[in-house]
């Protein structure tokens, strides 16, 4: 009988861990279908409002379980040095790991990128759930990649702080 207990343990270990993956990598995420026009977004120098950029080849996953699992991939003709004339630069950008299916996202390489001065990152919008900017980089071959990056407020806020003064009110849900 003690074997046989033990045998259910470890099967339903197995199973309870093969559902927590599945779980984790496949299941919440869906695919974004692309606009054709308003995919990407950039945040202007002059306007301070996010303005459509043009791009192609876009790809996108997100999910409602979480508002940092949003991951975009697409490529645009423009310039990093026309991007830097025009839209805002997002300092301390850091792509978050997405799921090892999504294969044109590897964070580990933009964020390399990003750090040694290849890829520039621009600010998408910011905000676009409380706490919560998108990010924007491109590297010099015209390659993009876009994320959902915690911000300053949302990171005093999620961690049970009040806002900061140049931060807008926190949702009552997150007080």
């Known amino acids: ?15 309870a861990g093969a559902a927590v993956y599945y779980l984790q990598v496949y299941a919440y995420y869906d695919e974004v279908t692309a606009s054709g026009t308003e995919d990407v977004v950039m945040t202007s120098l002059t306007s301070g409002a996010p303005e459509p950029i043009l791009y192609d080849g876009f790809e996108a996953i997100d999910s409602d379980s979480s508002p940092i699992r949003y991951r ?4 645009t003709p423009l310039s ?13 950008a850091e792509p978050n790991i997405g799921p090892p299916w999504f294969t044109c996202f590897d964070a580990k390489e933009i964020g390399k990128s990003i750090e040694d001065g290849e890829a520039i990152a621009f600010l998408g919008t910011a905000n676009i759930h409380y706490g919560v900017d998108r990010v924007i980089a491109v590297l010099p071959d015209g390659r993009g990649f876009a994320w959902h990056q915690i911000n300053h407020c949302g990171e005093a806020v999620f961690n049970g702080k009040a806002a900061p003064t140049d931060c807008p009110p926190a949702p009552e849900s997150y007080q």
Do not use: D, W
């Open 1 to 15: 009988m003690g074997k046989f207990l033990a045998g259910l343990i470890v099967i339903t270990a197995l199973a």
């Open 72 to 75: 975009a991939c697409f490529s």
């Open 80 to 92: 990093q040095a026309m991007l830097t004339e025009t839209y805002e630069v997002y300092e301390s």
